[in-house]
C-alpha cells in the first residue's frame, strides 16, 4: 500500500493525493524517492491548485516553494499565496536563479515585503538595473542621492553628456571594453567581495592535477650552466646577478604560484583576461565569486565549459550558472555532461533530461553515480521514446 501511494495511485482527491507524497518523500525512506519522482511529474492543474489554496498544509506549500523541489509553473501562484509565511520567501529570493527572479520581480506581494527586497538585492544573480530598481522601490529618498553624488558634482545637468565621450575614445576599445566588463562585475558583485574578506585561493579538490607544463622546464635551467665559465674569463661580477633572474622568472610565472598569491578582486581579474590554464584553476576556487567570473570571460570557449559541467571538483553554484547562459544551452554536449555530474543538483538535472537523446536516457538509466531518482527518471523516459519511436 505504501508503494502504492508513492506512485500517487490511491483513489483519494488530487489535494489529500499530494499531501500524502509530500509526506512520504520527506519521512520515508524506503519510497521517498519514488514519491519525490512522483511529484515532480504531478498533474500541473492539480499542483497549481494546491499552490494557490490558503488551505493547503504548511507541509505541502513549504515542499512546493523549496529550491530543490520549485516547478516554475507554480511559482506565481506561490509567491502569492498567503499562508506562505515571509521567512520563506526571503530564503528562496537569497539563492533563486534568474528564472525565479523574473518571477519574484513581477509579484505584488514580493514588493510589498521589504525583507524579500533585500534578499533579492544580495542574489548574485540579479542584474544591475533590477537592482536600481529595487533600491527604488524600498528607498526612494537616498536612491538617487547616491548616483547623484558621484556623478556630478558641478550643478549643469549638462555635463552629464561629455562624461562618456571621452571614456569612450582613451585607449583601444578592446581594453576599455575589457576593463568596462571588469569594473561591471567588481561592482555588481561587491558585497560578496567584501563578505569574503582576504580569503586565500582554495581549490576544491586540491591542486594534484597540474601538469609539468606549469613548472620550469630542463632548458630553463641548462641556461645559467655555460654562464658560469665564462663568468671567470671575462668578469666574475656582472656573471653573479644573470644567475638567479631565469630561475625566478619561470618560477613567477607557474600559474598556481600566480594565483596563491592574488587576493580575490586580483583573481576575479585573471578569470576574466587569464588564459586557458589559469581557468581551469580559478574554475576551482573555493570562492564562489571567483569561481563564477570564469563563466564570464570573454575567451572562455565551448570545450572549456564541456569539461567544466563535467567535473565533480566545482562548486554547486557554477553547475547552476552554466544552464543560465543560452550559448552554453545550445552546446549538447555541456547539457549531458551536467545531467550525468552526480555533482549536479537534483532539481537541475531533472529538468534538463527532457533534452537527452534515447542512446544517453538509455546510458543515464545504468549509470550508478548519479541519484536514483535520475536512474529511475531516465528508464521511464526511455521506454517512452522506445515506445513512442515504434508506434510510427
Known sequence: MMQFAARGALQVPPAENIEILVYLARNNKVFGELARMTLAGWDEKASLAAAADPQTTPEVLSYLISQDNLRPALLPALL????????????????????????????????????????????????????????????????????????????????????????????????????????????????????????????????????????????????????????????????????????????????????SHLDIKGRIQLALKGNKEERSLLIRDGTKVVALAVLEAPKLSDGEVEKFASQKNVLEA????????????????????????????????????KNLLVADLKNLSANKEVSETIRKLATKMFKQKVEAAAKK
Open 80 to 259: 502569492e499565496n498567503p499562508s506562505i509565511p515571509e521567512s520563506q520567501l526571503v530564503k528562496l529570493a537569497g539563492s533563486a536563479l534568474r528564472e525565479t527572479i523574473e518571477v519574484m520581480l513581477k509579484s505584488a506581494r514580493v514588493h510589498s515585503l521589504s525583507s524579500v527586497l533585500e534578499a533579492l538585492k544580495s542574489n548574485p544573480y540579479l542584474k544591475k538595473e533590477e537592482a536600481e530598481e529595487l533600491r527604488g522601490l524600498s528607498r526612494p529618498a537616498p536612491a538617487p542621492v547616491e548616483n547623484a553624488a558621484p556623478a556630478v558634482e558641478a550643478p549643469d545637468p549638462a555635463t552629464e553628456a561629455p562624461v562618456p565621450a571621452p571614456a569612450a575614445s582613451s585607449g583601444t576599445a578592446d581594453e576599455w571594453g575589457d576593463d568596462e566588463a571588469l569594473s561591471a562585475y567588481l561592482k555588481e558583485h561587491a558585497h560578496d567581495i567584501a563578505a569574503e574578506g582576504d580569503k586565500p585561493f582554495q581549490a576544491i579538490g586540491g591542486v594534484e592535477l597540474l601538469g609539468s607544463d606549469d613548472f620550469s622546464t630542463a632548458e630553463d635551467t641548462e641556461e645559467p650552466a655555460p654562464a658560469t665559465p665564462a663568468a671567470p674569463a671575462d668578469a666574475p661580477k656582472p656573471a653573479v646577478p644573470k644567475k638567479p633572474q631565469p630561475h625566478a622568472a619561470p618560477k613567477r610565472e607557474n600559474a598556481l604560484q600566480k594565483i
Open 318 to 353: 557554477v553547475l547552476r550558472q552554466i544552464p543560465l547562459k543560452r550559448r552554453f544551452m545550445k552546446n549538447y554536449i555541456v547539457v549531458r555532461n551536467l545531467v550525468a555530474n552526480p555533482r549536479t543538483p537534483l532539481d537541475l538535472g531533472l529538468g534538463l533530461m
